[in-house]
């Protein structure tokens, strides 16, 4: 029998928003501490698919689950504003789906509605849960084989929890300023070469210069990532969303130059609508 999302009250989504906003809220200058840090990796590392509204199970357990199906979705905006969406850009809104994917259950986000089948997503698709000046909260569903491209998160500190399944992450840190001339290139150090992550992995942190703030990652499985970005990206605010190639360096092993690339053109993301517990939010904060 399929997993069911908690009820709003109490919830741990709810937790991870409170916890969210005490840090990353404006008017706190300067990175988290390690301590606020550990509180907030303890959150996502409690965290399983049913609390952000997704059925992370093989599929043969749920009987009344609707796969997406990815059809009408639109391609990846690079110049899209950062409102409703994380990394990607995806020019899709939280409820643009064919399908849907949708099981009997339990009421999130304020409709009547149940789970995402994760296993089934036969895309990269973007749960949108939340999005404020200060801090982001969204979902990544891969079928297995999908890839994210290389991209980096500037001036951001990011956390990310495997919720089911598993990837292959690689990762670099920028060594010097980039040059953009017009794009964006550097040298960058290797911090990950196809480290791998999965649902028992403790959620990871990166820096806006340290912990692997440039990556790519690829699903080893059908697989769901949790993700929180403080601050969001957003073009007017100096933080677009870009992406790279790297280029080996033969006679410097655990070096490559990172170069700036257009968004690719086979990069298309769906969006689903969040199904999991209803949030309540601080509308002075956000």
């Given at each position: 029998m399929a997993a069911q999302p908690m009820e709003a009250e109490g919830s741990k989504m709810q937790r991870l928003y409170d916890a969210c906003d005490m840090v990353f809220s404006s008017g706190r200058a300067g990175l988290p501490t390690p301590r606020q840090l550990g509180w907030l990796q303890g959150i996502l590392d409690a965290m399983e698919p049913a609390d952000v509204g997704i059925d992370g199970s093989s599929g043969d357990e749920s009987t009344s689950c609707v796969a997406i199906d990815g059809s009408g979705d639109e391609a990846v905006d690079s110049g899209s504003d950062g409102s409703g969406d994380e990394r990607s850009r995806a020019s899709t809104t939280?409820?643009?789906?064919?399908?849907?994917?949708?099981?009997?259950?339990?009421?999130?986000?304020?409709?009547?509605?149940?789970?995402?089948?994760?296993?089934?997503?036969?895309?990269?698709?973007?749960?949108?849960?939340?999005?404020?000046?200060?801090?982001?909260?969204?979902?990544?569903?891969?079928?297995?084989?999908?890839?994210?491209?290389?991209?980096?998160?500037?001036r951001m500190v990011v956390l990310t929890k495997v919720l089911y399944g598993s990837i292959a992450l690689k990762s670099y840190d920028w060594v010097t300023t980039p040059i953009s001339n017009p794009k964006r290139s550097g040298l960058a150090k290797v911090v990950a070469d196809d480290s791998v992550l999965q649902a028992s992995s403790?959620?990871?942190?990166?820096?806006?210069?340290?912990?692997?703030?440039?990556?790519?990652?690829?699903?080893?499985?059908?697989?769901?990532i949790l993700d929180v970005l403080a601050p969001p990206y957003s073009e007017e605010q100096g933080r677009p969303s870009t992406y790279y190639v790297d280029i080996p360096i033969p006679p410097l092993p655990g070096f490559v130059v990172v170069e700036e690339i257009d968004t690719p053109d086979d990069l298309r993301v769906a969006g689903a609508p969040y199904l999991g517990p209803e949030l309540l939010f601080d509308l002075d904060s956000c």
């Open positions: 939280s409820d643009e789906t064919s399908e849907g994917s949708v099981s009997s259950g339990r009421s999130g986000g304020g409709g009547s509605h149940g789970l995402i089948l994760g296993h089934a997503i036969k895309q990269i698709t973007y749960i949108h849960i939340h999005e404020c000046e200060d801090f982001s909260i969204g979902v990544f569903c891969f079928p297995a084989g999908a890839r994210l491209p290389l991209h980096d998160h500037p403790k959620a990871s942190v990166l820096f806006p210069r340290s912990g692997g703030n440039i990556h790519s990652l690829i699903a080893l499985t059908p697989c769901a």
